[in-house]
């Protein structure tokens, strides 16, 4: 007997966060960033200060991910980065046009959320929510 795997929190976990994925990243597409840019220019805004290093480990990001789409917020002028006091990390941070791009940016990403709370329904979401963040801690 095999499985096919239809009831696998990893598959369908990884389904939908794409899917989520796609929804948001429509929301930004018109200003040429993605969902996960998104959310680590709001981490940088968060964590100011924060080495590259606590921010994935603060925000769930994988290191090489985080690396990645730092280089291309640089890239764009929207972020900057400076030696840390010890060691080799960086501590990246907003310029003014990152800052200004993620106010831009902030009411996009409230609909997107509104619009997910309504289609799942307000009891859904919440209860999506709770579950992810308690999968976070197993």
Do not use: H
Not at 28 to 50: C, D, I, K, N
Not at 101 to 126: G, N, T, V
């Amino acid at each position: 007997m095999t499985d096919a795997f239809a009831d696998c929190l990893v598959t369908n976990s990884r389904m939908a966060a794409r899917a989520i994925t796609r929804r948001y990243d429509a929301y930004l597409r018109p200003f040429g960033v993605t969902s996960t840019q998104l959310s680590l220019l709001g981490a940088l805004r968060g964590l100011a200060g924060a080495t590259v290093s606590e921010i994935a480990e603060q925000r769930g990001f994988e290191r090489t991910t985080l690396t990645r789409n730092l280089d291309r917020l640089q890239a764009m002028g929207l972020v900057v980065s400076k030696a840390a006091a010890r060691g080799n990390g960086r501590i990246p941070g907003l310029t003014q046009g990152g800052e200004a791009l993620l106010d831009r940016l902030l009411p996009l990403w409230r609909q997107a959320q509104a619009d997910m709370r309504a289609e799942l329904s307000p009891q859904l979401f919440a209860d999506s929510i709770g579950a992810l963040k308690r999968l976070q801690t197993i």
